[in-house]
């Protein structure tokens, strides 16, 4: 028997392990293992010269593995990236995941982790890169499409629900650990934030995940508090694997995650993507013998990779995983019902929606992005769906054939304007591609950040030329977040927002046009009237401070009024919100409060409500906003029906940051305690409790 032959693994057997096996199977594991074997777990399996041209042909073609060990038998962490999908191959697209903030629906959002799982799995990767919580600060964020929305508190349940779906899997990983909110100058970005303003707004989310057992994380490219993320001691060792106890590993953004080996094993980082070049095990070795750092370090990392991949080696019903899952129809059904759910209707003058089939002579579509598939970025998180629902198909296979659609590009406004005259209602979809906004790829075509919040001005111009001849001018959105509507929000009838509504997008549109779907979706992130309301952003920093205050946070401080609020969307009916309660006013530091409200269908059509619950403070002895999101539901309602909604609330979960303790801080003050349909205050009901 060969040396190697006796220390080989046979991973087959290891299945269904305790966590109390698989610790002693990858403490076994590491103490067989050569120096070099360890640190061979580290890094990706191919070099730059190997790996570099393949990843120009198609980024992120095919999985990518790091750490496999053929002569042992350990497997790779084998990549794949995400969010609106799997990007290997062609998969199901969905909406993106600012769309899926918007759906509000926990529920739908695991299933869609759970289909990405699948259709990894059955791609041949066992690790998904694309549970992405970065906070949008500033919607010019070229990845803004990629988060959910600004909020803290949604963009953790929503990671947790995405993650949760997929590690029923497969391994997942959220991202971009830290502070990673512009794009155009992220490999070079220093962010300055304070102590507080990190764990309070920046950080949560990633806990969330990390409690709910995330088995990575992926370092941010750029800089926090002067040193890079993967550099970052603070972030890395202190908050996530000594605070938060993390027991899986971290994994660097690519290529320019790191600059250094030493300096990100020390940091915390356990693998080094796509390639084997600042973590080779050569040169760790070098390091090591300088001095740089210790092989308990190394000991660390591989024990953090092996127990990860010993609990997913074999998670699943291996039935499940097969090419004929890929794209299915039961999986491309899940992605048109997360598009019904994702489109914001933020307008609609007179109930102008919706459409009566059957009554509509002539329907004007006008807009290039009515006739082309545009489902998001082009860079990572590119998905090759087999096909795509475009607006203009979805209008016309919803509308009947009793409707004559006419398509118009809008080039030629006099043309465009003679079109609506004659045509009872005027649709115009308007708004952002990848080369807008989306992942900076340094190539001129595409630079990441937004150059402005507003539409095309030719977009513009169009809208305004419509909507002067035709009463009943109807815009959609597309776009990857917030947009400025204000210049000529008040000139038209209706406003849908679709944001990238994935391949079955169109048809979404389509039925809620029409009415054969109510929607129900809220704004994850406010429309801001004006940059003025607004953080500072300017796409070309090096140096930015992240202050306390965004989004709907800022908006109450600065006493602003938006365009439409965070959590604001309308339905084709109405409720009414009565009799908020709460089951004690009084509780401990450590106690919970049950917060119910009634909830009833008030118009003529069954519809989903979004229930969203806020909380504020008063007399603090620290600043704190005027209210932050701390829960929400949704809730099924046919015409008349009512429901009463239950919302927990732990007073944890109201505690701040005290930078001097070191510590979280519950007050024993009172708490206000809001609910309601969106997070305008003339929108919600109060009641009170205290902490004591
Ligand atoms: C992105 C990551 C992504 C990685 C691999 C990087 O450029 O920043 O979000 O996971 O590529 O696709």
């Not at 459409?355 to 598939?373: C, D, H, S, W």
Request: glycine share 8%; proline share 4%; hydrophobic share 35%.
């Amino acid at each position: 028997m060969s040396e190697d032959s006796k220390r080989w693994i046979n991973w087959d057997d290891l299945q269904d392990l305790s966590v109390d096996q698989i610790e002693e199977k990858a403490k076994q594991i590491l103490s067989i293992m050569t120096l070099k074997e360890k640190l061979n777990q580290m890094v990706a399996d191919q070099t730059v010269t190997e790996g570099g041209p393949k990843m120009h042909k198609r980024y992120n073609a095919e999985s990518i593995s790091a750490g496999e060990d053929k002569k042992l038998g350990v497997p790779g962490v084998l990549f794949s990236d995400g969010p609106r999908g799997v990007v290997i191959g062609s998969s199901t697209c969905f909406p993106v995941s600012m769309a899926r903030g918007a759906s509000w629906d926990l529920e739908l959002e695991e299933k869609i982790g759970s289909v990405i799982g699948i259709e990894a799995k059955s791609h041949g990767a066992n690790y998904f890169g694309g549970v992405c919580i970065n906070l949008l600060r500033h919607p010019a964020w070229g990845r803004a499409q990629e988060t959910y929305g600004e909020d803290t508190y949604h963009l953790g349940v929503f990671g947790v629900a995405l993650l949760k779906g997929v590690q029923k899997h497969i391994m997942a990983c959220a991202k971009h650990y830290a502070c990673n909110s512009i794009e155009t100058t992220r490999f070079n970005l220093n962010v300055s934030i304070d102590e507080r303003t990190l764990r309070e707004v920046y950080l949560p989310h990633f806990k969330k995940c990390v409690d709910a057992g995330v088995a990575s994380i992926m370092s941010a490219y750029n800089k926090v508090n002067g040193k890079y993320c993967g550099h970052n001691p603070h972030l890395l060792r202190e908050i996530l694997k000594e605070d938060w106890n993390f027991k899986g590993f971290v994994l660097t953004d690519f290529f320019w995650g790191i600059r250094n080996g030493a300096l990100a094993i020390n940091a915390g980082v356990d693998i080094e993507m796509p390639f084997e070049f600042r973590m080779a095990p050569d040169k760790m070795i070098g390091y090591m013998n300088e001095g740089r750092f210790t092989e308990d370090l190394v000991d660390e990392g591989v024990l953090r990779i092996l127990r990860q991949k010993l609990k997913f080696a074999h998670k699943g019903d291996p039935k499940l995983y097969n090419k004929e899952k890929i794209a299915c129809k039961e999986h491309t059904d899940l992605a048109l019902e997360a598009a019904r759910k994702s489109i914001v209707l933020l307008k609609n003058k007179k109930s102008i929606l919706p459409l009566k089939r059957n009554e509509i002579k002539q329907i004007a579509v006008f807009g290039k992005l009515t006739n082309t598939p545009n489902i998001g970025d082009h860079g990572s998180s590119r998905v090759y769906p087999p096909y795509v629902i475009t607006p203009l198909e979805g209008i016309k296979s919803s509308a009947g054939n009793a409707t004559n659609i006419i398509f118009n590009e809008g080039e030629d406004l006099e043309d465009a304007k003679e079109l609506a005259k004659s045509s009872e209602i005027s649709i115009i979809v308007a708004g952002y591609t990848h080369i807008d906004e989306g992942e900076g790829s340094g190539s001129k075509e595409r630079t990441g950040d937004r150059k402005s919040l507003r539409l095309h001005e030719k977009d513009e111009k169009l809208i305004s030329a419509i909507a002067s001849v035709n009463e009943n001018c109807i815009v959609a959105l597309e776009g990857g977040g917030p947009i400025i509507v204000e210049p000529w929000e008040n000139e038209v009838s209706a406003i849908l927002m679709l944001w990238y509504p994935g391949m079955e997008g169109g048809t979404a549109l389509g039925e809620i046009l029409f009415g054969d779907i109510n929607p129900s979706a809220k704004l994850p992130a406010v429309f801001a009237k004006s940059e003025d309301q607004l953080p500072y952003f300017d796409t070309n920093v090096t140096e930015i401070e992240y202050g306390y205050y965004h989004g709907y946070r800022l908006m109450d401080k600065e006493g602003y009024e938006p365009t439409y609020p965070f959590g604001y969307g309308l339905s084709y009916t109405s409720y009414s919100y009565n009799n908020l309660r709460i089951d004690k006013s009084m509780i401990s530091s450590d106690g919970e409060i049950q917060v119910s409200v009634d909830v009833t269908n008030t118009g003529n059509i069954t519809g989903e409500e979004v229930v969203q619950m806020y909380v504020g403070y008063k007399n603090s002895s620290v600043d704190r906003p005027f209210k932050d999101l701390k829960g929400f539901d949704k809730v099924f309602l046919t015409p008349g029906e009512t429901k009463t909604v239950n919302l927990g609330l732990r007073a944890e979960d109201l505690a701040y940051y005290d930078i001097d303790r070191k510590e979280w801080v519950v007050e024993n003050i009172i708490y206000i305690i809001y609910v309601g349909p969106s997070s305008r205050k003339e929108d919600l009901l109060t009641t009170t409790f205290s902490i004591s």
